[in-house]
T-cell receptor
Framework: GAVVSQHPSRVICKSGTSVKIECRSLDFQATTMFWYRQFPKQSLMLMATSNEGSKATYEQGVEKDKFLINHASLTLSTLTVTSAHPEDSSFYIC????????FGPGTRLTVL | GENVEQHPSTLSVQEGDSAVIKCTYSDSASNYFPWYKQELGKGPQLIIDIRSNVGEKKDQRIAVTLNKTAKHFSLHITETQPEDSAVYFCAASNDYKLSFGAGTTVTVRA
């Protein structure tokens, strides 16, 4: 199947700092990527849809100024968590579609 | 929007037995139904999917059935093995956004 990578896999940061997470489609081009958030023992919650060359579309309740998304190329989307707080600690997962929906391995963010 | 319900939330089976997970969806426009397996600390892995023009699909020990009239679809795992232990998610899509079920934690007892 298609391969999606994420970097970093884990990140620990201090409250108030910003963290950037990269999502890459390794063997296909993705005009659209999706960013999810997952709390322990819960399902995936869609945060936003990343569109190559245009603005991201955010789900209701997701602050676009806090979760900055940039889809600069057909193989790379980035999610920046700005001014991170402990409540932003979560598992962030990206996804890209090529026929089926393929997910990255996730990024565990811990904000101290 | 789409609402996907998944049952059961937990499932414990003896090794070698079958496991069945059921999902229902609300949006009749949904036409793509993937199933994901997620192991602890990892991203979801696509294990099988089905489109609305197909009623059943099988891949070795895994099969998925779809009833569009009743708006439900099911995952069947036969001859379960310990490595099948994981959380399984169903999802429904109209070729754009995926809506996920709440997940089923499957434990295969050796």
């Amino acid at each position: 199947g298609a391969v999606v990578s994420q970097h970093p896999s884990r990140v620990i940061c201090k409250s108030g700092t910003s963290v950037k997470i990269e999502c890459r489609s390794l063997d296909f081009q993705a005009t659209t990527m999706f960013w999810y958030r997952q709390f322990p023992k819960q399902s995936l919650m869609l945060m936003a849809t990343s569109n190559e060359g245009s603005k991201a579309t955010y789900e209701q309740g997701v602050e676009k100024d806090k979760f900055l998304i940039n889809h600069a190329s057909l193989t790379l989307s980035t999610l920046t968590v700005t001014s991170a707080h402990p409540e932003d600690s979560s598992f962030y997962i990206c996804s890209a579609r090529q026929g089926g929906g393929y997910f990255g391995p996730g990024t565990r963010l811990t904000v101290l | 929007g789409e609402n996907v319900e998944q049952h059961p939330s937990t499932l414990s089976v003896q090794e070698g037995d079958s496991a069945v997970i059921k999902c229902t969806y609300s949006d009749s426009a949904s036409n793509y139904f993937p199933w994901y397996k997620q192991e602890l600390g990892k991203g979801p892995q696509l294990i099988i999917d089905i489109r609305s023009n197909v009623g059943e699909k099988k891949d070795q020990r895994i099969a998925v059935t779809l009833n569009k009239t009743a708006k439900h679809f099911s995952l069947h795992i036969t001859e379960t093995q310990p490595e099948d232990s994981a959380v399984y998610f169903c999802a429904a899509s109209n070729d754009y956004k995926l809506s996920f079920g709440a997940g089923t934690t499957v434990t295969v007892r050796a």
